[in-house]
């Protein structure tokens, strides 16, 4: 991703113990092994200007606190103390934002006994995001809800239509970003191309994901 002064954020990312190596060859090696042709050599061709950094997340969390009967008065909750997913979504930040300005029209006129109308808009804000990286991360787990393999067909349907149409693919990545309802992908102009596109008969190779 193209950051300031002519500089690229590259992002690798790995699961089922297939990771990014740390050190700079593997890392190249790694993602040499990409579907998308040429993406190493690229890389090669640019200078580094920082050590690779690694990290791992090994759960997701989406705590109710909106459901609870009882809520402490002038107290709430916000951030990853409420909603932690997959950060390969990159939704986290972009999530923690919208949460923090649901909250400006109540807090015009705060008194401390609406701290649980305030929770429950910091947990609304957070519910599509979750449910966008739940549903995804669903590929990987041995029992899927029919809901979550219809919806991955979909998508993988609309991956691939956004590989030739530039209008799926923004609208794909509006939806990614957060500034667009997830509804977008169901207009009938997004439905009718990925209905009509062709996938592969072979699977995609989950290790190179």
């Given amino acids: 991703m193209p950051i300031e002064n002519q500089q690229f954020l590259v992002t690798l990312s790995g699961l089922c113990d297939n990771d990014p190596p740390g050190e700079s060859q593997g890392f190249l090696d790694f993602a040499g092994s990409l579907r998308c042709a040429g993406f190493k050599e690229i890389l090669e061709t ?8 690694t990290f791992r997340k090994p759960d997701n969390y989406y705590r109710g606190f909106h459901r609870l009967k009882h809520w402490p008065s002038g107290f709430i909750v916000t951030g990853d103390g409420v909603c932690s997913f997959n ?13 923090a300005r649901s909250l400006a029209p109540v807090l015009a006129r705060y008194h401390p006994s609406d701290a649980k109308t305030l929770q429950k808009k910091i ?3 957070y519910r599509m995001p979750w449910l966008i990286a739940r549903t995804e991360d669903q590929r990987w787990t ?20 956004g590989m030739k149409d530039m209008r799926i693919a923004a609208t794909y990545l509006s ?3 957060m500034k667009k309802s997830p509804l977008a992908l169901l207009r009938p102009y997004a439905l009718v191309k990925a209905l009509t596109t062709h996938l592969p008969s072979s699977s ?3 290790s190179s994901r």
Avoid: C, F, W
Avoid at 46 to 53: A, L, N, Q, T, Y
């Fill in 46 to 53: 640019g200078e580094p200007i920082s050590d690779i950094k």
């Fill in 87 to 99: 950060p390969v979504y990159g939704q986290g930040m972009t999530a923690a934002a919208v949460a």
């Fill in 123 to 125: 947990n609304q804000a």
């Fill in 142 to 161: 041995e029992a899927q809800p029919l809901a979550s393999r219809l919806a991955h067909r979909l998508m993988d349907r609309l991956n691939r239509a």
């Fill in 175 to 177: 939806v990614l970003h």
């Fill in 204 to 206: 995609p190779n989950r």
